[in-house]
């Protein structure tokens, strides 16, 4: 008689509480580890952003029938009567497969396609794809093949027969060719492996090569790109409300500090808009030149925000000069303008007489403040701008008053909400009542008379704070071991990147609860790749023309108590920054000398910059002048991306780039990067000012106004290029 093996004859003799028990403790440790495994694997994905439809909506090429062709010398434009159209090479193989029409409203859903839609020539280049879409709106496509350059223009006009709030109003680009280059927010160029999902702002993506190839690439006139990279679908945003971030504070006599998501567009009945871009087919380039975010070659941007609460005479100069004791621009030992940083400074009108001085008749400290401002003023480094005009509510004549000083003594043209968020204070900020005609707080008109343009937007800050913060030991409590795992590993690899930690340190981190998940990038590269990080946009049915800029957390450039210990952990944020070629608005509160800000120290009776924070300013100054780091303003770095806005490109035949500037002022230090090898390279036939990244070369150069550049990459370049994907 055969016998069992010893070990399960001794399992078997076990009691049959026993034997559940430790099958019970198998099971456990089985989820476990499974949920270990899976957590770790789900901790890289992030939230999808993606429209979301049902598969059987898309059009099926089974249906398609075409009527109409347009031609060039590059490519062909099919389409049927009911809108569906198709994009294929000179030599007939399938480009784009279709550009379907989807919107999403508020109480109306998403919807994918138009309703009674149909399609006609209106010229010999130029096709009309005309339908309603599911919120009672009239849609325009008009589609125009160039004859002379490989482009497809593309505008849509839709005219609003009723009021709607927009979620998202998008053509979804599907393509019948592989992925071969995304064009990342980063400004950098993402080769294989692909994320599943990226948000593009307004970059742009590659498709295949040759003559059978297509590229959409810097979309100023639409509100962002998102790409489906297992789908190879673009989704061309007209309208998203995740692109423009806004909040409204209502008025609360109690100081309820309430606020309400106003991010979405609103349109009215009889309301237009125009949304242009381009797509490009069969004259692929092979290098494509990527717009800088920052100017001169530099890979990323730091803007310092200062928010004016709480200072005075003293601790200005201690923050700027590094003692209080020092009363001249030229004779600053450290601070702001002893390491030449600027820095976007709000002030409260009313205080230049001395409100948060404790001395409102004492002229003397008005004059000392003045002039101290002018001296800023006069540097050029520094922006100085009104965090409204005072601590409390300004009526309408203390708001023009401050309005037109700011402007025609410092040329003002932001402003920094203060104040408000209790909802009772400060009701002329753009967040509360500075945008209601029908207020006594009414301000944007006053904006537009003395051209204020750039507005600090909190939106960022309270829709992100809005999200409950993830409990680890709840999830563990529960028995959530997935959730639980998720977070872990996004915490591990945290302290891994951003503090350089590695095992039982972190561990220790996230067991203490230690977790502030701060990284200095306003483009939130921790967030992942599809999350919308706009750095600057107009909400125009809620804001007008005027531009919101963002910051994620209230951040005067310290995220510890300063001491030696904390310092490389800040200095390891700003290379990090440098590392992803980020940009960073801070919030901070430099001169209001609280504890908790850690910007100034009392030396016996004296105040002056705390040395850990001066070295801080040193380090930055230090990698800005490696070539690396670019400090600057409000002011100069949206001014300089609104000028790119007017910047377009000409990818010719010959395989030349023009580059043509449509602003009427020169855009100095002009700066782009390109995914290239060591060759020749001309601007204009001469030799830019270059340097080598990675596999990126950085080139800058001016661009003088409404004139071109004719960008020119020899084909020796090009070959190695070429050796280089055969090797990859």
């Given at each position: 008689?055969?016998?069992?093996?010893l070990?399960q004859t001794r399992?078997?003799?076990f009691?049959?509480?026993?034997?559940l028990?430790l099958w019970?403790?198998f099971?456990?440790a089985?989820?476990f580890?499974?949920s270990v495994?899976?957590?770790?694997a789900?901790?890289k994905?992030?939230?999808?952003n993606?429209?979301v439809?049902q598969?059987?909506?898309?059009?099926s090429?089974?249906?398609?029938?075409?009527?109409i062709?347009?031609?060039?010398?590059?490519?062909?434009?099919?389409?049927?009567?009911?809108?569906?159209?198709?994009?294929?090479?000179k030599?007939?193989?399938?480009?784009l497969?279709?550009l379907?029409?989807?919107?999403?409203?508020r109480n109306?859903g998403g919807?994918?396609?138009?309703i009674n839609?149909?399609?006609?020539l209106i010229?010999?280049s130029?096709?009309l794809?005309m339908?309603?879409?599911?919120?009672d709106?009239?849609?325009?496509i008009?589609?125009t093949?160039?004859?002379?350059?490989?482009?497809?223009?593309?505008?849509?006009e839709t005219?609003?027969?009723s009021?709607?709030?927009?979620?998202?109003?998008s053509l979804?680009?599907?393509?019948a060719?592989?992925i071969?280059?995304?064009?990342l927010k980063?400004?950098?160029?993402?080769?294989?492996?692909?994320e599943r999902?990226?948000?593009l702002?307004k970059?742009?993506?590659?498709?295949?090569a040759?003559?059978?190839s297509?590229?959409i690439?810097?979309?100023t006139d639409?509100?962002?790109?998102?790409?489906?990279?297992?789908e190879?679908?673009?989704i061309?945003n007209?309208?998203?409300?995740?692109?423009?971030?806004m909040i409204h504070i209502p008025y609360h006599?109690?100081?309820?500090?309430y606020?309400?998501?106003k991010s979405?567009?609103?349109?009215?009945q009889?309301?237009v808009?125009?949304d242009?871009f381009?797509?490009y087919?069969g004259?692929s380039?092979?290098v494509?030149?990527?717009?800088?975010?920052?100017?001169?070659?530099?890979?990323?941007g730091?803007v310092f925000t200062?928010h004016?609460?709480?200072?005075?005479?003293?601790?200005h100069?201690?923050a700027?000069?590094?003692?209080?004791?020092?009363s001249g621009?030229?004779n600053?030992t450290g601070?702001?303008?002893?390491?030449d940083?600027?820095?976007t400074?709000?002030?409260f009108?009313?205080d230049?007489?001395?409100?948060?001085?404790?001395?409102?008749d004492?002229h003397?400290k008005?004059e000392?403040?003045?002039?101290?401002?002018?001296q800023?003023?006069?540097?050029?480094?520094?922006e100085?701008c009104?965090h409204t005009?005072e601590?409390?509510n300004?009526?309408r004549?203390?708001?023009?008053?401050?309005?037109?000083?700011?402007k025609g003594?410092y040329?003002?043209i932001?402003?920094i909400d203060?104040?408000m968020?209790?909802?009772?204070?400060?009701?002329?900020?753009?967040?509360?009542?500075g945008?209601?005609s029908?207020s006594?707080f009414?301000?944007a008109d006053l904006?537009?008379?003395?051209?204020?343009r750039?507005f600090?937007?909190?939106a960022?800050e309270k829709?992100?704070?809005?999200?409950?913060?993830v409990?680890?030991?709840?999830?563990?409590?529960?028995?959530?071991f997935?959730?639980?795992f998720?977070e872990f590993?996004k915490?591990?690899?945290?302290?891994?990147?951003?503090?350089d930690?590695e095992g039982l340190?972190?561990?220790?981190k996230?067991?203490?609860?230690?977790f502030s998940?701060?990284?200095l990038?306003?483009?939130?590269?921790?967030?992942?790749?599809?999350?919308?990080?706009?750095?600057?946009w107009?909400?125009?049915?809620v804001?007008?023309?005027?531009y919101?800029?963002?910051?994620?957390?209230v951040y005067n450039?310290v995220?510890?108590?300063?001491?030696?210990?904390?310092?490389?952990s800040e200095k390891?944020y700003l290379?990090?920054?440098i590392?992803?070629?980020?940009?960073f608005f801070?919030?901070?509160?430099?001169?209001?000398?609280?504890d908790?800000?850690?910007?100034?120290?009392?030396y016996?009776?004296e105040?002056?910059i705390n040395?850990w924070f001066?070295k801080?300013?040193?380090?930055?100054?230090?990698?800005?002048?490696?070539g690396?780091?670019?400090?600057?303003?409000?002011?100069?770095?949206?001014n300089?991306?609104r000028?790119l806005?007017n910047?377009?490109?000409?990818y010719?035949p010959?395989g030349a780039?023009r580059?043509?500037?449509?602003?009427?002022?020169?855009?100095k230090?002009?700066?782009i990067?390109?995914?290239a090898?060591?060759?020749?390279?001309?601007?204009?036939?001469?030799?830019?000012?270059s340097?080598?990244i990675g596999?990126?070369?950085?080139?800058w150069?001016?661009l003088?106004s409404?004139?071109?550049?004719?960008?020119?990459i020899?084909?020796n370049?090009?070959?190695?290029?070429e050796?280089?994907?055969q090797?990859?």
């Open positions: 008689m055969d016998k069992k093996p070990k399992f078997a003799n009691s049959l509480r026993t034997r028990i019970s403790v099971v456990i089985t989820v580890f499974i495994l899976i957590g770790f789900l901790s994905n992030q939230p999808s993606l429209p439809y598969k059987a909506d898309a059009r090429d089974k249906r398609f029938m075409p009527t062709m347009l031609r060039n010398a590059w490519y062909m434009l099919e389409a049927d009567t009911k809108g569906a159209i198709k994009v294929k090479s030599s007939g193989e399938t480009i497969s279709s379907d029409y989807f919107s999403s409203y109306y919807n994918l396609g138009l839609n149909s399609a006609s010229n010999d130029t096709l794809i339908g309603e879409g599911n919120g709106n009239l849609v325009k008009f589609l093949v160039c004859k002379n350059v490989a482009r497809l223009d593309v505008t849509v005219v609003y027969n009021d709607l709030i927009i979620e998202r109003e979804i680009a599907q393509f060719i592989p071969t280059g995304i064009y980063n400004s950098e160029l993402a080769l294989k492996p692909f999902e990226y948000w702002d970059q742009g993506v590659r498709f295949g040759g003559e059978t297509s590229l690439y810097h979309t639409i509100s962002s790109l998102q790409l489906n990279t297992k190879k679908q673009v061309i007209l309208d998203f409300v995740l692109d423009h971030p006599e109690n100081g309820g500090g606020w309400i998501d979405a567009s609103e349109f009215t009889g309301m808009r125009s242009h381009a797509l087919f004259n380039h092979e494509i030149p990527r717009l800088m975010n920052v100017p001169y070659g530099y890979l990323a730091y200062e004016a609460d709480c200072g005075n005479i003293r601790t100069r201690a700027y000069f590094g003692s209080e004791n020092i621009f030229q600053a601070g702001f303008v002893g390491h940083i600027p820095v400074k709000s002030v009108y009313e230049f007489d001395g409100v948060y001085d404790g001395l409102t004492n003397i008005e000392q403040l003045l002039d101290f401002l002018d800023l003023y006069v540097s050029g480094n520094y100085l009104l005009p601590n409390g300004s009526d004549k203390m708001l023009e008053e401050a309005i037109k000083f700011m003594r040329d003002a932001t402003w203060h104040g968020f209790q909802g009772i204070h400060n009701r002329e900020a753009l967040v509360a009542d945008m209601d029908l006594v009414y301000s904006w537009e008379q003395y051209d204020t750039y600090w937007s909190s960022v829709i992100r704070f809005s999200v409950p913060v409990s680890m030991k709840e999830n563990l409590m529960k028995l959530r997935q959730k639980f998720i590993s915490r591990y690899r945290y302290f891994k990147i951003y503090k930690l340190r972190s561990l220790r996230i067991i203490g609860g230690n998940n701060l990284e990038n306003s483009q939130q590269p921790f967030a992942g790749s599809s999350a919308p990080t706009p750095l600057y107009q909400n125009q049915t804001t007008r023309e005027f919101s800029w963002p910051t994620e957390f450039g995220t510890l108590r300063l001491d030696e210990a904390n310092l490389p390891q290379e990090m920054l590392h992803h070629r980020g940009i801070n919030h901070g509160y430099y001169v209001r000398n609280i908790k800000d850690d910007i100034l120290d009392n016996n009776g105040l002056r040395p001066d801080i300013l040193a380090y930055m100054d230090q990698r800005r002048d490696d690396d780091l670019y400090i600057t303003t409000v002011r100069d770095l949206l300089y991306w000028m806005e910047i377009s490109f000409d010719l010959d780039i580059i043509i500037n449509h602003n009427n002022t020169d855009v230090g002009f700066s990067a390109l995914h090898s060591p060759g020749d390279l001309t601007v204009n036939g001469e030799k830019p000012f340097r080598k596999d990126d070369i950085i080139v150069f001016d003088p409404e004139e071109e550049a004719v960008l020119q020899s084909q370049m090009l070959h190695i290029i050796a280089q994907k090797i990859d």
